[in-house]
């Protein structure tokens, strides 16, 4: 049966979301009337008070409505953090929208922007806590989910290990159910035992505690869901699907519908949402902007040592394939001697390439010769982070040889990427760096732009097989 306490959870963390609103305000009155005080009037302790639980009860209904509080056991941390930005943005826009309607034109705007940081940054950091303190709790025993799998073939094996490789989620399988066998044959003795048929499904869920029923059953077998979802939904069990075709479904597979019919989206992706795309768009640009700011000096010096070292010109710019198959030309420091426009185009780069300049073969071995991509990015061809682009030549040979190669091209490329903050660089293989691409492409975030930055930076700019 289903426990309530995931209602009660709920209701304890839209509590928990209030009181770290009021604590936000705290913290915001204090930094901006004390802290940051520039002695101008302002308006009443009481009535910023009153606003900032006016705020908390405008949070907790903007939850409710995006599905902020339902249960997220099994969801990443980026998800939730997503989640929380999302709330606090139009929580904030309806507060301004309220002040406008009230009149309360005397309300302090830095106080307001201080307000919405601390409220996005104290409850983000609060639920991480959070996170990790029920991890811990769960793979320690407690708060426990069971779950009851029908079909102990491959798919509902495969599901176990799942299971036991992620004790931190809190779920303990308490047995299989299939009509062909009555025990683990081999090396899947260790997993838990067959109870029984499919058609005692009624009286395993007397018997035993079953939070949720997973059907891993082979599509033949659909004949049978209908029966299965009835037991179920009587003795108030949850009941998921494991589609028979799972392998060549996405990490996060999207239901959409057509007159009523379900639909499986085989490949959902998140940038194709227009608020997604303009976000990206948006850090894209300005952190493009900086960038270039930043590395201005450093630009001119290395265009002099490329001048000084070789002939030539400074910027190389190469044919490449970028979202939807669209071709733009890539700049890059040149760091090779002029060449033909077929020879670069057609010839893979190799560890200690005659070709390369000794200044080039610097600016290679730190990635520095990639800096002029952030033009790129400023003019759309490219993004900061996604997939690496390739030439044509190359397209046409990787798209007949490396399943899936072809995916990528669904978003910008980028300057780095999933794969090349994994190390993937260079002379390495091709299907791993299109795994990476597509994890990266159905699992978008843009924490997760920012972790994979991030990433980039640690590990450094000098790579061996960067060449």
Known sequence: MIRDNQKFLSQIYAVFDLIFVQIAFLISWWLKFHIFATGEAHLTFGTYFLWAFVYGIIANIV????????????KRFSYEAYKVIQVHIISFFGLISLLFVM?????????????????????????????????????????????????????????????????????????????????????????????????????????????????????????????IISVCEKAGVRTLIIPDFFDILPARPYIDTFADIPLINVRDIPLDELSN????????????????????????????????????????????????????????????????????????????????????????KTSLDELPQFFNVLKGDMSVVGPRPERPYFVEQFKEEVPKYMVKHHVRPGITGWAQANGLRGDTSIEDRILHDIFYIENWTLLFDIKIIYKTILRGFVNKNAY
């Open 277 to 364: 795309r303009m976000l990206k768009r948006l850090f894209d640009i300005c952190f493009s902007l900086v960038a270039i700011l930043l590395t201005l000096p450093l630009l001119f010096i290395i265009a002099i040592g490329i001048k000084m070292t070789s002939k030539g010109p400074v910027i190389f710019k190469q044919e490449r394939v970028g979202m939807n198959r669209r071709s733009f030309e890539m700049y890059k420091f040149r760091s090779m001697k002029v060449m033909s426009q077929d020879t670069s185009d057609k010839q893979w780069t190799v560890e200690n390439d005659p070709r390369k300049t000794r200044f080039g073969t610097f600016l290679r």
């Open 103 to 227: 009149k309360e034109i005397d309300f302090s705007r830095s106080y307001l922007l201080i307000f919405l940081s601390c409220n996005i940054v104290f409850v983000g950091l609060y639920r991480f806590i959070v996170k990790i303190g029920l991890k811990l709790f769960r793979k320690n025993g407690y708060n426990k989910q069971f779950i009851l799998i029908l079909g102990a073939g491959e798919i509902g094996r495969r599901f176990h290990q799942t299971v036991i490789q992620n004790p931190d989620l809190g779920f303990t399988v308490v047995g299989f159910l299939d009509d062909y066998r009555i025990e683990h044959d081999g090396e899947n003795r260790h997993l838990s035992p067959i109870l029984g048929g499919i058609n005692e499904l009624d009286i395993v869920l007397d018997e035993h505690l079953v939070d949720e029923v997973i059907i891993a059953l082979p599509l033949r077998a659909h004949t049978k869901y209908g029966n």
């Open 63 to 74: 939850g409710y409505i995006i599905g902020f509080y339902s249960p997220k056991r099994k």
